[in-house]
Every structure is written in C-alpha cells, then in structure tokens.
C-alpha cells in the first residue's frame, strides 16, 4: 500500500511574524528539511497551502493542494486534503513540527484499520493538534464541523470513529521522546529553541534522537505552554471567575496552571503537585494551558473583563484582545467575541476552540 503523507502549511503564522515553512533550519528551509526527511517513507507527499504556488520556487518533489475552505485553521487544510488526494487515507501533521518521526506517520497508519482517525492517546494537548492519519470517511463530519465553526479536535474526534495509539506502542516504532517529538515552533522562542535542539541531534535524520545540548529536557519545553492573559481595569475581581473556569476545563481534559501578578510577586495557583522547586517548573511544562491574571498590556492574548458600572469600555484596543467577557451586553465596534461572564460553559467552549486553532 502507498502511503501518504499531508504536511499542513496554510496556517497564519501570526505569533511567529513570518511563514514558518521557510524558516531557515538545517542547511536548508523548514519545509524542504521536512521533505527530504521524509520521502524516503511517503511515496506521495503533499503541502496544505493557502494558495496553489506559495512554494512552487522550491521546486520540491510534492503536490500542492489549496485551501477549500480559507482561514479556517488546520481543519480545512485535512478537509481539503482528503478531498483532493488520490488515496483512501493519509497522515497529516503541521509544518511546525520538525522532529516528528516519519516511523511516528507510518505507525498511525498502520493503526487506521476501518477507523476515521488513528491518533496518539495522551495529555489534550497531543489531542489537540492535527497530527494523525485520517481516512476519506471522515470528510462530511469534517465539512460539517467547518460549517458549524466546531474547528477543535477533541469535538471531530468525538464524532468520528477514532482509533488510539498508546506512547508505549509509538516509542516502539520511534524512540524519540513524544515530547520532542510533538514539539511545536509556535513562537520565536519555539524556534530558537528547537535550533538549539536541532544542534545536538546525532545524527540529523535519526530516529534516535539523541539530545546532547541538555541535561534536562524539560528546560526545552518551559515556552511551548499556550497563554492565555486576562487584563482588566485596576480594582477588577477576576480570580473568583478564572477559578470557576478551571474545574469546567479540568473536566475537558486541560491541565491549568493558573498565575496571578500582585505588586513585584507572582501567585502561583492550581501547582498539579506539592509546591516544590522542581515541581513548579514542571507544572508549567506539563501544563496544557496558563491562565494569567494582572500581567499588563504586554500580555499575550489579551482577554479583557468588563463590568457593568466600574468598567464598561475596554482599555485595551479591540484589535489587541482575542476576547471581551462581560457581565452586561457589550457590543464591540469590531467581531471581537464577546461572552457572558454569566455563562462560563460557553467560555470554556471558546477557549477549546482557540487552543484548536493555534
């Protein structure tokens, strides 16, 4: 059986500030180191792009397929590329993903069966990516998930029949640790680090990764927590609603952390273990996400509190917030989301889904 592979290029990039598929790594581009590591596993390999040509330049031996469906996040470009590929099934995994092991695609694929996705079972944020081998049956749930803006992995795989690969069974496939592995250039950071990681990978296109630059891994991972900050005007509560979010997402399968800046100090709350040293710092490298409180304008992904008769009006500009939540109805002068902080259901939904599209 041929097998395939998709490598997910058409996402915005926006934290990164630049095309991640042509960052420089290695001797080559992101995207070319990806392809030359694997093409000698995938007989076919194809790049999810925004649009048909974005790296035609490169003059790589793959097949490009355009977005269906623009802007809607890795989602469409699975969607798009089960619908345009010539085979039953494929893996797909994003182009920010460069130590990913080729064994890793071709043990999902083996797995598939008569299942519509075969995917590593483990904390959310491995479910929450787009790694996996998906079959063509899954095209309509997928269409009708873009349709109804349902864009988290967690939801599609509910809805699919979806089939679960232990660690245990990839580590025997590839060695490689899961986390490095699954390692995501999301920011500038991500990047750097993973240059770094890429330096003392002997050899480069190993699958025993043998990483010499550190002594603990876990210092690589310290950056790769999704953040989200919520800011406020000064005199705001906001510690009474994070803490009504973190039981509704504990219960979605998200380990929290969440952090609280007062004066020059930094409460630290939800630790999964006894507040050590150590387990601080593994806390929010093991974390799936970090909520913080209080951290001012210069914040990432700002959500901003409102309340009716003390704060009725952001202080922050709209385009610098991913979210208002407010206790009356506020209507943005943009399509800010604006939710009730009277409905953290819907809060927690929203969240999800922004940790999807990331």
Sequence with gaps: MENALVILCGGNSTRMGTDKALLPFGDTCLIEYLVRKFQPYFSRIYLSVKIKGDYSHLKLPVTEIPDIYPNQGPMSGIFSGLSMIDEECAFFMSVDTPFLEPKTGLALLSELGDADICTLEGKASYLETATAAYSKNCITTIGKCLLLHQLTFNTLREKCSTRYVTEAAIAEAAPTPIDIQYYNLDTRDNYYHALRILSGIVPPDSSQALIEYFKDTRDLFLHTTPVISFVAKPGTIMTPLIERLLPLLAREGLKVVHLIKEDSSV??????????????????????????????????????????????????????????????PYHAETTLPVFDLNKPKNIVTFLREYLGRQ
Excluded: C, H, M, R
């Design 267 to 328: 409460v630290f709350k939800n630790v999964f273990f006894e507040p050590t040293l150590e387990n601080l710092s593994s806390s929010l490298s093991g974390a799936d996400l970090v909520l913080t409180e209080n951290f001012g304008a210069d914040a990432p992904n700002k959500i901003e509190i409102l309340q009716k008769y003390w704060s009725e009006t952001p202080l922050s500009d709209e385009k610098d917030l991913i979210a208002v939540f407010a206790d009356f």
